[in-house]
């Protein structure tokens, strides 16, 4: 069993910041890719930015130059933080990841439950 615990979303006003947390725990053999998605109401979700366990990172053309993602391989983590928020950032942020359970499996898709994220004045 494999959980993927988001937080730190919340309610900034344009041009502020936000950084939101990832943790993964449970049956964690091995993390390859983490990453974080997005939804806006009435759109799909989209690819925000990942980084692989290597630390290359790769980001939507939306959110280069203001967001940053990280992760802290010891602790399981993945981090984005946010700067210069624009109203058209608001979504439900999701962490995604790449998860080995036992060494004898493949990778896995999990997925958080999601943290809203709003910008507005």
């Known amino acids: 069993q494999v959980q993927l615990v988001e937080s730190g979303g919340g309610l900034v006003q344009p041009g502020g910041s936000l950084r939101v947390s990832c943790a993964a725990s449970?049956?964690?053999?091995?993390?390859?890719?983490m990453g974080w998605y997005r939804q806006a109401p009435g759109k799909e979700r989209e690819l925000v930015a990942m980084?692989?366990?290597?630390?290359?990172?790769n980001y939507a053309d939306s959110v280069k130059g203001r967001f940053t993602i990280s992760r802290d391989n010891a602790k399981n983590t993945v981090y984005l933080q946010m700067n210069s928020l624009k109203p058209e950032d608001t979504a439900v942020y999701h962490c995604?990841?790449?998860?080995?359970?036992?060494?004898?499996?493949?990778?896995?898709?999990?997925w958080g439950q999601g943290t809203q994220v709003t910008v507005s004045s």
């Open positions: 995604n990841a790449y998860i080995m359970t036992r060494p004898t499996e493949y990778f896995q898709t999990f």
């Open positions: 449970g049956s964690i053999y091995s993390i390859n890719m």
């Open positions: 980084v692989n366990d290597r630390g290359t990172t």
